[in-house]
């Protein structure tokens, strides 16, 4: 009997030490968390003094924080379509917003190579990338479940009657006839902490890209009662409803940051609650800077949302594209660091691909790499870039912006035929002094970049740019 129960004894710590170590080959769980039109210079840890984001904050101080992380593009849609494919603007399939552009069956996305090894993977939040009707909707494109919209202009609104669910509507019936019975970011929300927590015992990835603080600018009341009557109140200047929000938009505007930290808090306990924590690895970032335009006071001028940059939304300057990037991984990624790899969202998929051993299931051809290395401290393995493009496209798909990052130059384009301007961001990360006519070798260098990042027939093997009109619906 005695020999017996050694022998039991000796089979159950195998068998646990073989659990341990099923546990420690499980890959991580990956969080990747992104607001909308939220520049850096709205974070506290990148500056922000006026509005409070503690949680935000508190990824900072627990992972690594990145100074020279940039977005995929300067608007919505093609970031978005970096992000998921890796590849940059010259090649991803959305270079602009509107148009129906979508993505195709021929594209692979980020969450089609984590499926591929295993991830069960959720989206909740805005798309942009194909409606239901199209062959780029979320559910064609690697996600086994979403939430929130499909359409650009459906997550303008944060009291709409329905919200995506799959691809049906779940209808709000609580905000029919103009009423704000239900705060939509809220539905989505509760839709992304359900599938952290369903999924708890098996890989997940969860794409939460949340529609705040994208105008229109309404914060539900318990938010903006914080910063009311604490700043300067404007005339409404956009006659649509809520576009500027009450008469103390400010107030609105700081509240919806701090609402969006607040979510962002709750995933971290929601992560806590479940005994995620140590083994999921969160990112958050922003699409792109600041909206301007009629916003320019809140969004960029009174809240310093480009920081020291120069540019906002909708141009390549770095105030458009130069966003906040934190990422964090208990015990894998060192607390309070900060890095200054040159990246941006094309490096995304690489990284999540090797953080979760997908290698094998990326697409042959990617523009990013990866920046694992970085975040697991060894930075002697880390690659860099050559130079990072971005362009943005017309209705033909001609093109109508461009930008260069090149080492330590930048070139800008940002408007049609323009000539580039060239600024050197060691000494000039404010883009004040236009280098491009004194430094011709550089120049030189930057149009061949140019000629060979854009590149129609790269990813769809189009004989001429003019048949690019069969991809613009």
């Not at 020279?68 to 959305?94: I, K």
């Not at 260098?445 to 009109?469: F, M, Q, V």
């Amino acid at each position: 009997m005695r020999y017996l129960l050694l022998a039991l004894s000796f089979c159950l710590i195998v068998l646990q030490a073989a659990s341990a170590d099923d546990a420690s080959r499980r890959p991580p769980n990956i969080v990747f968390i992104m607001a909308d039109d939220l520049g850096r210079g709205h974070c506290g840890c990148y500056g922000q003094t006026k509005i409070r984001t503690p949680n935000i904050d508190r990824l900072a101080a627990q992972g690594m924080k990145f100074t020279e992380f940039y977005s995929g593009a300067n608007v919505c849609a093609p970031s978005r379509s970096v992000l998921m494919t890796g590849l940059h603007t010259g090649h991803t399939p959305v270079r602009n917003n509107g148009l129906k552009r979508f993505l195709y069956d021929e594209d692979t996305t980020v969450a089609e190579v984590l499926k591929a090894a295993g991830y069960v993977t959720g989206g909740f939040g805005k798309w942009g990338l194909g409606d239901t009707d199209t062959p780029g909707v979320a559910l064609k494109q690697g996600f086994d479940t979403w939430s929130g919209q499909y359409s650009q202009v459906h997550a303008h609104f944060y009291y709409p009657f329905f919200v995506m669910k799959d691809l049906q509507k779940l209808p709000l019936p609580e905000n029919e006839g103009q009423k704000r019975g239900r705060y939509v970011q809220d539905v989505i929300h509760q839709h992304a902490l359900e599938f952290i927590t369903n999924n708890k015992d098996r890989p997940f990835f969860a794409y939460l890209p949340y529609i705040m603080p994208h105008v229109e600018l309404i914060a539900p009341a318990e938010a903006r009662k914080e910063y009311e009557g604490k700043f300067p109140k404007l005339e409404r200047k956009d006659p649509r409803p809520g576009y500027l929000g009450s008469d103390d938009a400010h107030a609105e505007f700081a509240g919806m940051v701090t609402y969006l930290d607040k979510l962002i808090g709750e995933v971290l306990t929601t992560l806590d609650r479940n005994g995620l924590t140590d083994n999921t690895i969160v990112f958050f970032t922003s699409d792109n800077g600041p909206q301007p335009g009629a916003w320019t006071d809140i969004f960029v001028d009174f809240f310093d949302g480009n920081g020291p940059y120069r540019g906002a939304k909708g141009n390549f300057y770095e105030g458009g594209i130069r966003v906040p990037f934190i990422v964090r991984w208990p015990g894998r990624i060192q607390a309070g660091s900060t890095s200054d790899f040159v990246g941006y969202f094309a490096d995304v998929m690489p990284t999540l691909a090797e953080l979760a051993r997908a290698d094998a299931h990326l697409p042959k051809q990617v523009d990013g790499l990866s920046f694992a290395p970085t975040l697991l401290g060894q930075a002697d393995k880390q690659k860099v870039h050559e130079y990072l493009y971005w362009e943005a496209a017309g209705q033909k798909q001609e093109i109508t912006q461009q930008a260069v990052r090149w080492g330590h130059w930048k070139a800008v384009r940002n408007q049609p035929n323009a000539k580039f301007e060239l600024y050197d961001l060691r000494t000039d990360a404010g883009e004040e002094r236009n280098l491009a006519g004194e430094s011709t070798d550089v120049m030189r260098r930057i149009t061949a970049i140019c000629e060979e990042a854009h590149s129609l027939e790269r990813k769809y093997g189009l004989a001429t740019p003019e048949s690019a009109k069969d991809y613009v619906r």
